[in-house]
Each structure stands twice: as structure tokens, then as C-alpha cells.
Nanobody
Framework: QVQLVESGGGLVQAGGSLRLSCAFS????????VGWFRQAPGKEREFVAA????????YYPQAVKGRFTISRDNAKNIVYLQIDTLKPEDTAVYYC??????????????????WGQGTQVTVSS
């Protein structure tokens, strides 16, 4: 059973930065990809970043390129999401997720196997 735990959310002023963390354990996949998603009130969950463990390839939707950076710490099994130049529209619950089929993660699918509980990011204007 894969477990993912997000942390690092909070209340930030517009223009600021945050680094979210996703600690995961229990995976037995030969390959692995971890994705970050967010869900704002009244909106569908959306993909914002993914990283593959084997070669650190990163994936972003066009809407967040240049402001979001995903990275990993191999030794600690942690995936980070750095968000710069925060905007009020970034306000959402941010989730990390994984799946034994990495292509589903990097493809931004939201029907993945394992999800964390989420961390709230609130950006004030």
C-alpha cells in the first residue's frame, strides 16, 4: 500500500513562493512517477506537475510552466513542488499522487491509484 503525505501549504501573499513536500512510502514499483494536482473550490482536480524517478524527467501543463518546479530527493523519498510568483488563482488543495503505471501520472490523469490527503494553499491578493 503506497502512502503519500503532503505538507508545506499555508497562507501566502500574492507574489510570494511556497515549497510543498510529498513524502511517500510503501511502493514496490520498478519504475515510479509522482504527480502534483490541485483542486480549487467548485472546480475539477487538475494536473500541475509530474516527475519520473528513474531519470527525473519533468512534465508540466502549459498553464504553470515557468512558475512551478517539481523535484525529488531520492534518499528521502520526497517530491517537492516549488511554486513561485503565487497568484490568488493558485488557491486550492494540492495533492500528490502516484500509480504503478507511470504513463498515467505523467499524462496528468486524475484517476490514479494512490493519493495523499492534500495540503491547502491560500493566496491572498
Amino acid at each position: 500500500q503506497v502512502q503519500l503525505v503532503e505538507s508545506g501549504g499555508g497562507l501566502v501573499q500574492a507574489g510570494g513562493s511556497l515549497r510543498l513536500s510529498c513524502a511517500f512510502s510503501g511502493h514496490t514499483f520498478n519504475d515510479l512517477a509522482v504527480g502534483w494536482f490541485r483542486q480549487a473550490p467548485g472546480k475539477e482536480r487538475e494536473f500541475v506537475a509530474a516527475i519520473t524517478w528513474s531519470n527525473s524527467n519533468t512534465y508540466y501543463p502549459q498553464a504553470v510552466k515557468g512558475r512551478f518546479t517539481i523535484s525529488r530527493d531520492n534518499a528521502k523519498n520526497i517530491v517537492y513542488l516549488q511554486i513561485d510568483t503565487l497568484k490568488p488563482e493558485d488557491t486550492a488543495v494540492y495533492y500528490c499522487a502516484t500509480d504503478f503505471r507511470p504513463a498515467r501520472v505523467v499524462g496528468g490523469r486524475t484517476d490514479l491509484d494512490s493519493w495523499g490527503q492534500g495540503t491547502q494553499v491560500t493566496v491572498s491578493s
